[in-house]
C-alpha cells in the first residue's frame, strides 16, 4: 500500500502530544490540514485510529499499535537528518540507557576513557530503569542500553552480552541491628524492616521471587527509586537494604554485609544494541571498551 510519509509523520504528533492544536502547531501547518491527513491515513488503513471528543483526543487500540511501530521509524529518520545537519564530523552522539545506579557505580570509567580519547562527541545518557531501557531501545531514542537480567521485557530481536555477573548482597549500617557475626535465614530476615527499589524494577522483582521460592512473602518498609537513597536510608538505621556488589565496593566503610543462608543466585549485567541502528563507528568504539572480545 503506497501511503506517503507525511501522513505518518502528522500521525506520530497527534498520537505523541494527543492535541491536533499542538500538532498544527509543531508541524507548521494547519489544524485543518492535521485533520485531513489524520482522516486520509484512517481511510486508507481502514481502521479508525483516535477517539475524539470535545474535550481530549485518545488512541484507539489500532492506534497504539501503528504508534508502536512509527514512532521508532521517525525517531530513526530525526537522528539521520541531525546528525547530518548538526555534526560537522558526521559523527552522532553517543546515546545511552542506563540506571543511575549503573552508571554511577559501573559505567563512569568508560565515560572517562571516551571523553580523553574523542573529546569532541557528545555522551547522552537517559536514566531508566531497566525495564523503561529496553523500551527506549526498541523506540531508538538511544543506541545502547546498559542492564539488568533476568529482564522479560528483552526480546529475540535483540542483540544482547553478557558484560559481568554480580551477586546481590544484603546490607545493614555500621552502627544498626548487630548483625555482623549472625547467618540469617530469609526468612529470619524478613522480621527486620527492608528497604527496596520500587515495583516496576527488575531488581524488585527478583527480590520478590527469591522470597516466593522460598514459601516467603516479602513485605518492604519502604519502596524507593535508587539505591543511592536505599543506601542512604538504610545509613541511618531505617532498614537493612539489598545492593549490588559493585555498588558495595564504593560504599564499604559505611555498611557491613549480612550473611544469608540461602544462595542467592547471581544476576547479570548486559549490553544491548540492535545491531543495524548502531548510529557511528564511534558508537561501535565505546561497545568495545565494554566487550572486547566480541565480533559486532
Do not use: W
Amino acid at each position: 500500500m503506497d501511503i506517503s510519509f507525511e501522513l505518518y509523520k502528522v500521525f506520530y504528533y497527534v498520537a505523541t502530544t494527543l492535541s491536533f492544536s499542538e500538532a498544527s502547531r509543531q508541524l507548521y501547518i494547519s489544524q485543518s490540514a492535521v485533520s485531513q491527513s489524520v482522516k486520509s491515513l484512517e481511510q486508507k488503513l481502514g481502521h479508525a485510529l483516535f477517539h475524539r471528543s470535545t474535550k481530549k483526543v485518545a488512541l484507539t487500540p489500532e492506534g497504539e499499535s501503528l504508534l508502536r511501530h512509527v514512532e521508532p521509524a521517525v525517531n530513526l529518520l530525526y537522528e539521520g537528518e541531525n546528525q547530518i545537519l548538526n555534526s560537522p564530523s558526521l559523527e552522532a552522539p553517543l546515546r545511552i540507557g542506563a540506571s543511575d545506579t549503573i552508571c554511577r557505580y559501573f559505567l563512569v570509567p568508560y565515560f572517562q576513557r571516551f571523553h580523553q580519547e574523542f573529546p569532541n562527541i557528545h555522551i547522552k545518557v537517559t536514566n531508566a530503569t531497566s525495564k523503561d531501557c529496553v523500551s527506549l531501545l526498541h523506540n531508538n531514542k538511544v543506541d545502547f542500553i546498559v542492564a539488568n537480567t533476568p529482564n522479560p521485557y528483552l526480546t529475540e530481536k535483540d542483540t544482547f552480552y553478557v558484560i559481568r555477573e554480580f551477586q546481590d548482597i544484603f546490607v545493614a549500617g555500621k552502627k544498626f541491628f548487630n548483625l555482623e557475626n549472625q547467618a540469617l535465614s530469609l526468612r529470619e530476615l524478613t522480621r527486620y524492616p527492608i528497604l527496596m527499589l520500587d515495583k516496576t524494577s527488575t531488581t524488585s522483582e527478583f527480590l520478590h521471587q527469591l522470597f516466593v521460592k522460598h514459601g516467603l512473602s516479602l513485605t518492604p518498609e519502604a519502596e524507593l527509586s535508587s539505591n543511592d537513597l536505599l543506601l542512604d536510608f538504610a545509613h541511618i538505621g531505617l532498614g537493612i537494604t539489598v545492593v549490588p556488589d559493585y555498588v558495595l565496593k564504593h560504599r564499604q566503610k559505611e555498611f557491613y554485609p549480612l550473611n544469608i543462608q540461602e544462595s542467592i543466585p547471581n544476576r547479570k549485567l548486559i549490553l544491548a544494541y540492535q545491531s543495524q541502528l548502531l548510529s557511528s563507528p564511534v558508537c561501535e568504539k565505546f561497545l568495545r571498551y565494554l566487550l572486547p572480545d566480541i565480533q559486532l
